[in-house]
């Protein structure tokens, strides 16, 4: 029985061309910056954002906690959303490993940090506080239906870091899904950024990898605390390699899993006994609720998943399911075909 696997992007194996370029990377010793491949890859991901420089590393976490290391400096304080994927699922490591004190800001639906919201977290000069040093922004953002942030919010919150001598981190696992979503260039969605973090192992299908851009200065610091957290690796051009197609092949198709969710979310919509709102879904994450409460979103995953449709199951009455480059318009068809008869029982 064939699979289609809508449980994360995460799940996407490297493509032929990946492994071929894997193959046959050239290699070198990353930690002395003799690897060319990542070097490369470096180059092109600095060049793709607009940034002087980027840091290859091993996760999206790693990537998020180093660009925290390297902004701000033991009790300093960071703004994030409430929903943000940093405060969530990153085991607190800016506090843990970091002794950053995370400040949180609830997020709108639409994953944004209303504005008088951060105003209202900046710390005055005083004491009692820790210093405000960092604004962390989700693009897109997971939690929130994977909504993108776009350019004329990013110039908003901009405004705020510059008055208040902050730095902005965004958090960008799916930067490229926003871009094309909003149909910008990448390097103008990450101008107000200081950094920029996104994952070369989601969408992108690439087996390993994500990066960190932003000023030299700022990346020298990233490699230290890359180095620190046991992140130095050495002939990583193996990986690199694969990093390298993905820029080069993988980022201009992401329009195709953003027309396969929104699909999939129309679909939903028409089931009864499924609640969703399918406007809400403009790039590649659908999150929907079961209504009736004989279903658990538990038991939904499993009679799909019975049937070769697989999603996750993230809350009581709540599944998520993502579309990737392995997942085709017709697969899309087949898994609302499965959840029809699924919700009939
Ligand atoms: C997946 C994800 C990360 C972390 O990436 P890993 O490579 O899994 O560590 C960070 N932020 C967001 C928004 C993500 O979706």
Redesign the pocket.
């Known amino acids: 029985m064939p699979i289609i696997e809508l449980r994360s992007d995460?799940m996407t194996p490297p493509t032929a061309a990946m492994r071929q370029a894997m193959a046959q990377a050239e290699v070198g010793d990353d930690v002395f910056g003799e690897d060319p491949t990542v070097n490369r890859l470096e180059e092109m991901a600095a060049d793709r954002l607009g940034k002087e420089a980027a840091l290859y590393v091993a996760?999206?976490?790693?990537a998020?906690l180093v660009s925290q290391l390297a902004h701000c400096g033991r009790g300093d304080e960071i703004i994030l959303g409430s929903h943000a994927?940093?405060f969530f699922?990153?085991q607190g490591g800016s506090a843990a490993v970091g002794s950053l004190h995370p400040r949180t800001v609830v997020n709108q639906p639409d994953g944004k940090l209303a504005l008088e919201d951060i105003e209202a977290a900046i710390r005055g000069d005083n004491v009692h506080f820790p210093r405000s040093r960092l604004i962390l922004l989700?693009n897109t953002?997971?939690i929130c239906n994977g909504c993108p942030l776009e350019i004329k919010y990013m110039q908003a919150v901009g405004d705020i870091a510059r008055r208040h001598r902050l730095k902005i981190h965004v958090?960008g696992?799916?930067f490229f899904n926003a871009a094309i979503a909003l149909k910008v260039a990448p390097g103008d969605l990450a101008a107000e950024a200081d950094s920029v973090s996104f994952?070369l192992?989601?969408g992108l299908a690439a087996p390993v990898g994500?990066m960190v851009c932003g000023t030299q200065d700022f990346i020298n610091e990233a490699r230290r605390a890359r180095k620190l957290l046991g992140g130095g690796m050495r002939q990583a051009g193996i990986l690199a390699a694969a990093g390298i197609i993905a820029l080069n092949e993988m980022v201009e198709r992401l329009a195709e899993d953003h027309a396969n969710a929104k699909k999939l979310a129309e679909g939903l919509a028409e089931i009864a006994g499924l609640s969703i709102d399918p406007h809400q879904i403009r790039t590649n994450i659908v999150f929907f609720e079961l209504t009736a409460e004989q279903m658990t979103a538990e038991q939904f995953t499993q009679q799909i998943n019975a049937a070769g449709v697989r999603m996750l199951p993230v809350g009581p009455q709540k599944v998520r399911a993502v579309t990737h480059y392995q997942v085709t318009a017709d697969d899309i068809e087949q898994a609302l075909a499965v959840i029809s008869k699924v919700m009939r029982r």
């Open positions: 995460t996760s999206g976490t790693m998020n994927h940093t699922y990153e989700e953002h997971n958090d696992a799916r994952c192992s989601k994500s």
